[in-house]
C-alpha cells in the first residue's frame, strides 16, 4: 500500500531557486491539500483541492503554487524560494464528503532554503 | 474562526501511569469533527482518535480516550497505561462542517510527551 507518496524527501535549496515537490496517492481521494510545520507553530495549511481542476487557499498560502490536473496528483511549487520557507511540508488527503474520516499524510519533506 | 489551543508545550509521564493532553477548540459551527495525530520523532503523521461533536459518548480506540466535554469546548486525550513508544508531539485538531462544505483539518501547536521509565 503506497498511501500517499512525496518527493523529494530532503532538498537544500538557495534563495530564489524554484522547485516542486510532489505528491501523488493511491486511494483515489478527492480531497488533497499541503501543510507546512514549523517548530512551535503545529501544521499550517498552505492549499488545498477538492478534485482535479479545483484548488483553493488555507492559511499560508504566499509563495506557494498549486495545481490539480489529475485526481491522483497535487504539486506544490515554490517559485523564488526564500528562507522563510525552510519548513516540513506534508501532503495529506482524505475522501470527500466523509467528514469523519482522517487526513493521511505522507511522510513529509524537509527543505532548508539557504 | 475556528481555532485550535494546546497549551501543554511539554509533558513527562511515567512509564505504566495515564497521562491526559488538553485542547480546547474555538467555533461557532454546530457541526464539527476532533482529531489527534501522533508524531514520533521519526516524523510520519499517525491519525490516533476521532470525536464528531453529535457523538454521545467519548471516543475510546485501544490505550486512548477522548474526554469530550463540549460546554467547555474541549477534547482532551486520555493515553492509559503509557508506553515509552508514546513519547512522541501529540496534535489535536478541528474540522468544521459536514463535509461538503470543508474537508480542512485545522491543528493546535502541539504537546510534546515524554515517558520516562
Known amino acids: 500500500n503506497a498511501g500517499v507518496t512525496q518527493t523529494p524527501k530532503f532538498q537544500v535549496l538557495k534563495t530564489g531557486q524554484s522547485m516542486t515537490l510532489q505528491c501523488a496517492q493511491d486511494?483515489?481521494?478527492?480531497?488533497m491539500s499541503w501543510y507546512r510545520q514549523d517548530p512551535g507553530m503545529g501544521l499550517r495549511l498552505i492549499h488545498y483541492?477538492?478534485?482535479?481542476?479545483?484548488?483553493d487557499q488555507g492559511e499560508v498560502p504566499n509563495g506557494y503554487n498549486v495545481s490539480r490536473s489529475t485526481t491522483e496528483d497535487f504539486p506544490l511549487r515554490l517559485l523564488s524560494a526564500a528562507p522563510s520557507q525552510t519548513s516540513v511540508y506534508f501532503c495529506a488527503s482524505s475522501y470527500w464528503g466523509r467528514w469523519t474520516g482522517e487526513l493521511f499524510f505522507g511522510e513529509g519533506s524537509r527543505l532548508t532554503v539557504l | 474562526a475556528q481555532k485550535i489551543t494546546q497549551t501543554q508545550p511539554g509533558m513527562f509521564v511515567q512509564e505504566k501511569e495515564a497521562v491526559t493532553l488538553d485542547c480546547t477548540y474555538d467555533?461557532?459551527?454546530?457541526?464539527?469533527?476532533l482529531f489527534w495525530y501522533k508524531q514520533p520523532s521519526s516524523g510520519e503523521m499517525i491519525f490516533l482518535i476521532y470525536?464528531?461533536?453529535?457523538?454521545?459518548q467519548n471516543a475510546t480506540e485501544g490505550r486512548y480516550s477522548l474526554n469530550f466535554q463540549k460546554a467547555r469546548k474541549s477534547a482532551n486525550l486520555v493515553i492509559s497505561a503509557s508506553q515509552l513508544g508514546d513519547s512522541a508531539m501529540y496534535f489535536c485538531?478541528?474540522?468544521?462542517?459536514?463535509?461538503?462544505?470543508?474537508?480542512?483539518?485545522?491543528f493546535g501547536t502541539g504537546t510534546l510527551l515524554a515517558v520516562q521509565p
Open positions: 467555533t461557532s459551527d454546530p457541526s464539527y469533527g
Open positions: 485538531a478541528m474540522r468544521e462542517g459536514r463535509g461538503g462544505a470543508t474537508n480542512k483539518l485545522i
Open positions: 483541492s477538492v478534485g482535479a481542476g479545483i484548488t
Open positions: 486511494m483515489n481521494h478527492e480531497y
Open positions: 470525536q464528531g461533536s453529535y457523538d454521545q
